[in-house]
Structure formats: structure tokens, C-alpha cells
């Protein structure tokens, strides 16, 4: 396992910085075609206990997917911002029935404070585009919500950076990661200063000791490790941005593969809201997406997930890989994250084999979906998910 998750220094150079996270966030092209352990326990039971709101998954619109589809919106690697403000809210008024004002109040109060969970891996090829953040911003702003009160995010502030989601691109709307990545200890181990301090990584702080998925998965106990993740025993808490501060979440995932599944919008929070991941993708594999939406910092906040399709990547990922990509010119609309994932799935799994790639479409791979249905979090079976072209 430690050889699938735990790049060393000259690795995650020598691979570059998205290939790099590719490595952090794990390969299910590699780990999938293994034995899997025995599955640890966890913690799944107390994220249930909890009380359910008004605002639970799946949301307003349990099982309804909306397909935008505007060839206008990109082409060879070129965006029509314009283009892209209006699929969504074309997606918005399909998905709620309503128009984009409505659909605001109904998800919405004044004085939210709204995280826009990104997907900065793959700046450049296949990470969430700027012109989509700018047109939910415009759509959060011109309802009233205040620009200090919006605040883009991620699980690492080095990605977010190289993605392009900077103080200066987005004035007056938060930039936060979760934790930072300090590029000079990869290159010279011999400091770790950076980012170590009295033993405690720097960005310990910045997660939630009091709110966390535990999981009977021991995790590795070297530097290097608790460099890429934080802590290092059997806890992954939650960031204290997701737990505290904010109390509503727009999920921007993008379109692609990772192996024979999908690393869309269970994924991007699943492995994006907490710390300590590289312990939990073999043995409990995307069963982490499902139970870490489970509990109610995510659960009760979640209200729109949106899987961005302008380009997609159907092969390599969830690394980025030019080579496997093309402009789909889509976006998906849900506030249903486990039937938005199930309708991309199965588009997913046409597209590779359209393209000739040799399908594995083991049950594992969708195990979680089916799984969240159990759980009330959302619906996963075809027959019953509403998916309307708008």
C-alpha cells in the first residue's frame, strides 16, 4: 500500500506536481486489480445518529440529474465564459423547475457563508475551470449573498494556486486549503521546517479533532507520510472550514476516470474534506465517499454538486493525461451527488468503450453508490434517477 500512496521526494518531482497528487489522492487503476484486506471498521454509525435537516441528502431534488450540453462552450481548449454562465444557469432552472433567483432562496439564506469545493488536480488539462467558479459566484452575488461570505477551497493550497484560484483572480472571495504542501521538503528532505513544527505538521490546527471519520486502517508513520497527510493513526479528522465556518457546499468536481470508476463528485469531498486519505484507498476503496458524505458536516451542508464536463478524460486518471482527453462541452447538475455520479458513471464506462478501452465493470467499482441508497443519501438505482437534457 505504501508504494501505491507515499511518493518520496524525488517521485513527486520527478513526476510533477499534478502527477504528484495523482500519487496523494490514489490510483484505483492500480489498487483495484488488487486482493482487497478485510475491511477495517469505522465510524459510520455515529455520522448516522445524527439528526437529519431540512438540507440532508439528497437534497431538494433527490434522484434528478440535468444534462447541459453547448458546443459554444469550449473548443480546442478555448472558453466562452459566457457560454458557460449560461449552461448553468440553464442547468439551475431545469434542475429546480424554477428560475435562478427561486432556486437561490430555496437553498440559501443571507447570511451563509458558501464553500465552493473545487478540483484543482490537473491545472491546465482537467481541473474545474475558473469561468464555471465565476459563474456561480455571479449567480450567489447577484441574489445578495456577499463576496467575503463565498470561499473556494481545496484540500491543498499548492494546487489551488496552480490551478489558478488565487486572492487576485477571485477579489474579495476566500482562497483556502486545507492544508498546505511544502514544495523545498520535497526537494531537500533535510528541512523540514516548512511545514514540521514541535513534531505537528503545520496545518494540524486547520482540522477538527472533534469531528472525524475513524477507520481501523493503520496508516504509515514516517515523515514523508504525515508530510502528504497530516496525522498518522487510525483518525481522518475533518477540516475546520467544512465543520465551523461554513454552512453551505457547492461541489464544482470534473469529468474523469480513475481506473475503471470515477473521481467526480463523491470523490472531490470524500478525499477533499478530510486528512490522512493515503491509509483508506485499498482497504475501503470508494466506500470513503459514501461514509465520509454520511456525516453531517457535508451531509446537512451539501446543496449542489456539479460535475464539469467541458473537457473530460476517460483514461489515466485520475492523473491528468492529455492523451485521454476531449471537449464534451457538458455540464451536470444535481443536488444529488450519489445519481449524478451514477449517470456519469454509466457515461463514463460508454465513452471508454467507445474509445477501446477494455472495461472492467465489476460490481466493486458502483458498490458505493448502491451503498449510499441504503443509507438515505441518495438514489443510485437507474431506474428511478430522473436525467433530463436541459
Not at 455515529?46 to 431534488?61: E, F, V
Not at 457546499?249 to 469531498?269: D, E, H, P, Q, R
Not at 449524478?340 to 466493486?364: F, I, Q
Request: hydrophobic residues 45%; aromatic residues 8%; negative net charge.
Amino acid at each position: 500500500m505504501d508504494g501505491l500512496f507515499h511518493c518520496d521526494r524525488r517521485g513527486f518531482l520527478k513526476a510533477g506536481g499534478f502527477a504528484g497528487a495523482g500519487l496523494l489522492l490514489g490510483r484505483p487503476a492500480v489498487w483495484a486489480d488488487e486482493a482487497a484486506p478485510a475491511e477495517p471498521a469505522t465510524n459510520i454509525d455515529k455520522a448516522l445518529a445524527a439528526p437529519r435537516t431540512a438540507h440532508s441528502l439528497p437534497g431538494a431534488q433527490p434522484g434528478r440529474v440535468v444534462e447541459v450540453h453547448e458546443p459554444a462552450a469550449i473548443a480546442a481548449g478555448l472558453v466562452d465564459a459566457a457560454a458557460v454562465g449560461i449552461m448553468f444557469r440553464r442547468g439551475l432552472r431545469s434542475l429546480f423547475g424554477t428560475d435562478e433567483g427561486a432556486a437561490f432562496k430555496r437553498l440559501f439564506a443571507a447570511d451563509d457563508v458558501v464553500g465552493i469545493k473545487v478540483n484543482p488536480v490537473g491545472a491546465g488539462l482537467i481541473s474545474t475551470h475558473l469561468e464555471l467558479a465565476d459563474a456561480v459566484i455571479a449567480w450567489l452575488t447577484e441574489n445578495g449573498l456577499p463576496r467575503a461570505n463565498i470561499v473556494i477551497w481545496d484540500r491543498f493550497d499548492i494546487m489551488l494556486a496552480e490551478a489558478g484560484f488565487t486572492a487576485e483572480r477571485f477579489p474579495g472571495v476566500g482562497i483556502e486549503g486545507l492544508q498546505t504542501m511544502d514544495e523545498a521538503a520535497f526537494e531537500d528532505g533535510a528541512d523540514q521546517s516548512g511545514w514540521l513544527k514541535d513534531g505537528r505538521h503545520v496545518s494540524a490546527g486547520n482540522f477538527d479533532d472533534e469531528v472525524l471519520y475513524w477507520a481501523e486502517a493503520p496508516a504509515p508513520t514516517d515523515l514523508n507520510y504525515l508530510h502528504q497527510h497530516v496525522v498518522s493513526d487510525l483518525r481522518s479528522p475533518f477540516g475546520r472550514l467544512v465543520t465551523q465556518r461554513l454552512t453551505k457546499i457547492i461541489n464544482l468536481a470534473v469529468f474523469k476516470n480513475t481506473g475503471n470508476g470515477i473521481s467526480m463528485a463523491t470523490k472531490n469531498l470524500g478525499y477533499g474534506a478530510i486528512c490522512n486519505t493515503g491509509r483508506l484507498h485499498q482497504p475501503l476503496f470508494f466506500k470513503v465517499c459514501t461514509e465520509v458524505l454520511a456525516f453531517p458536516c457535508l451531509r446537512d451542508k451539501l446543496v449542489l454538486n456539479v460535475n464539469e464536463g467541458l473537457v473530460g478524460q476517460y483514461d489515466g486518471g485520475p492523473m491528468p493525461n492529455a492523451a485521454f482527453t476531449w471537449d464534451y462541452q457538458r455540464l451536470f447538475l444535481a443536488t444529488d451527488p450519489f445519481a449524478l455520479d451514477r449517470v456519469c458513471h454509466d457515461l463514463m464506462v460508454a465513452k471508454r468503450k467507445a474509445m477501446g478501452v477494455a472495461v472492467n465493470e465489476h460490481p466493486r467499482y458502483t458498490d458505493y453508490l448502491r451503498y449510499a441508497e441504503t443509507l438515505g443519501l441518495g438514489i443510485a438505482d437507474p431506474a428511478r434517477i430522473e436525467h433530463l437534457q436541459a
